[in-house]
Structures are given as C-alpha cells and as structure tokens.
C-alpha cells in the first residue's frame, strides 16, 4: 500500500540491484540504515526498540515524508522542528527513565519524542506553546491510541505544578539557564534533561539531578535545539463578524 497512516507517500523508487524498490520498502531501507546508525551511538535496547516501533513519517510534514529516517531535524510548522532521531535517542537514554515514572516533556512539537517516552514510562504529561502543533500531535496521540500522554498548552517554564513532582523532566528547547520552576517540580532523586544555551550558539544537553539540598549538573553532548520562549504566542486577531 503506497500509503503511511491515510497518507500517500511521494517516494521514488529506489533503484536497487535489478528491481526497483517500492515507496514503502525504500523507506524500511532508510529506516534500517537509521536504526544501524543509532546503535552504533546508543546501547539501550528498550531505547532503541520504542524508536523502532515509532514511525516517524506519522509526525513529519507532508514535504519532508520522504526525509523521514533521515538522522535530521525537520520543519514541523510555526517556525518549529521535529528533533533528530540520534538527539531523541540519546536524550531518551540519559534520562534512564523505567515504567513507574511519571515524566513530563516541554515542547510537544510533533509529539514524537513524547510518542517515544510513552512506550518507556508510566504516563507523560506534555506542554506546548503553539496550539496549531499541539492539536496535530494530539490527533497523532488519539490515532495511535496512545492512552498514557496528556497535553497541555502553555508556557513550559511554569511546568505543570498540579501534577508535581516529577521523577524526570525532559525539555526540548534550548533555554539560556536551568528553569527554576521546573527544578522545584522534579522528584528528590529525579533527573531534568535539557538543552542549555543561546539560539543559534553553543548549545549542550545538560542532565540534572535534584538532592534534597542541591542540584547536581552534568553536560553530556553539544546540541542545535530551537529556543524556549516565555510565554504563549501572539494569536492572530478574529475576523470581524458583519
Ligand atoms: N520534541 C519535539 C521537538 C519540537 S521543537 C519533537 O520531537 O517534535 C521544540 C518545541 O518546543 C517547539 O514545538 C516549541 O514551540 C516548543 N517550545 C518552545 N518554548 C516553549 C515553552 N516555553 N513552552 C512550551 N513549549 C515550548
């Protein structure tokens, strides 16, 4: 079927040996050699096998189906990217995160990485600023039954206080400093993930572990991460009603 989840795909065939490949079987390739790639870099195997069983074509826009299992980020809309699948996987293995754990995610986007933590913890609780990307990784959640994700719209830095604390915080953008607020709602013992640094600059992944008196902070790779912004976007005027 020339078809991902209702959608056509608009794929060449690649030519391979004597025969040609179709669109489907042209993306398992790619999604082979991806998943070749990813474990050269990342050893945890439940990791590996919630990216495996994710299909990130569902959470790419149209134009860029056919880059799907490439290892890059891609527009998803509203000025946004749906993130590296290397970056997902390795932020995904840091937060070292097992099905009791409550987690909650800044920067739905595309809702893949939050698709990604679904298959690996007890329930992810999802925060994004742009409705318009919200509502469509809503749809995607509802499509593939995924029945442990809740979303929110609003200003990640204030977190989710009603649900706290959390056992780990993964952040998707990058913001200039370590949120206070979202420190406070991390479990004693839990773990923050986050890219730090200014747009467009040197960016690292930080990962952060709250002790009862202090936090203790590690850098683990350099990043490109899009930036996280204070507050909701501006929504465009309503049309006058005559
Ligand atoms: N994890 C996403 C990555 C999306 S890019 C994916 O795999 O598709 C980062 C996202 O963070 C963007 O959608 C952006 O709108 C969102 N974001 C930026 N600042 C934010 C904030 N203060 N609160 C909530 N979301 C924010």
């Known amino acids: 079927m020339n078809e991902v989840f209702g959608r056509m795909l608009p794929l060449g065939g690649l030519a391979e040996g004597e025969g040609v490949l179709s669109p489907e079987d042209h993306l398992k390739a790619l999604k082979a050699r991806l998943q070749m ?3 050269r870099h990342v050893s945890d195997t439940r990791v590996l096998s919630a990216l495996e069983r ?5 959470f790419v826009a149209d134009p860029f189906l056919h880059h799907s299992y490439d290892n890059a980020a891609l ?3 509203c000025g946004q990217t749906i993130s590296q699948p290397l970056v997902v996987a390795r932020m995904t293995q840091d937060l070292d995160i097992t099905d009791r754990h409550k987690v909650l995610e800044i920067g739905t986007g595309s809702g893949y990485q939050t698709a990604v933590l679904s298959r690996l913890c007890r329930r992810v609780y999802t ?3 742009h409705a318009p990307l919200l509502k469509e990784a809503e749809a995607r ?3 593939m ?3 442990n994700v809740v979303t929110r719209e609003g200003d ?3 977190g989710w206080p009603e649900q706290a604390p959390f056992e780990r915080i993964l952040v998707t953008a990058a913001a200039e400093d370590i949120p206070r607020r979202l420190v406070d709602q991390l479990a004693v013992g839990g773990l923050m993930v986050l890219p730090v640094g200014r747009e467009g600059g040197d960016q690292e992944v930080i990962r952060v572990r709250r002790h009862e008196t202090h936090i203790q902070t590690e850098s683990l790779f350099p990043v490109r991460f899009v930036p996280m912004v204070e507050g909701l976007p501006d929504r465009p005027p309503r049309a006058a009603v005559w």
Do not use: D
């Open 127 to 129: 925060v994004e600023r």
């Open 37 to 39: 790639e990813l474990r």
């Open 75 to 77: 527009p998803i809309g």
């Open 145 to 147: 039954t995924l029945r």
């Open 54 to 58: 994710i299909p990130r074509e569902f």
């Open 156 to 158: 990640g830095h204030k």
């Open 141 to 143: 959640f509802a499509a």
